[in-house]
């Protein structure tokens, strides 16, 4: 975990916060749902103005100020 915390503590730039939090959540959103699926949940699936990703990367930069 502190090395994780260390990670985001080097990244300085919003941009390169957003590529790490984006590609994980490239692997994470389709199991994620996968998951969701296979205990009978259902949720709407309209379009989001912000991704995922996005939406990570806000609030992680909020919590890092």
Do not use: Y
């Not at 692997?27 to 912000?50: A, C, D, I, M, V």
């Amino acid at each position: 975990m502190q090395k994780l915390h260390a990670l985001f503590a080097l990244m300085l730039s919003l941009e390169e916060l957003f590529c790490f939090v984006d590609d994980l959540c490239k692997t994470f959103e389709p199991q994620w749902k996968q998951q969701l699926l296979g205990f009978g949940l259902h949720f709407r699936n309209r379009p989001r103005s912000l991704s995922l990703s996005e939406i990570m990367t806000i609030l992680i930069r909020f919590h890092q100020s």
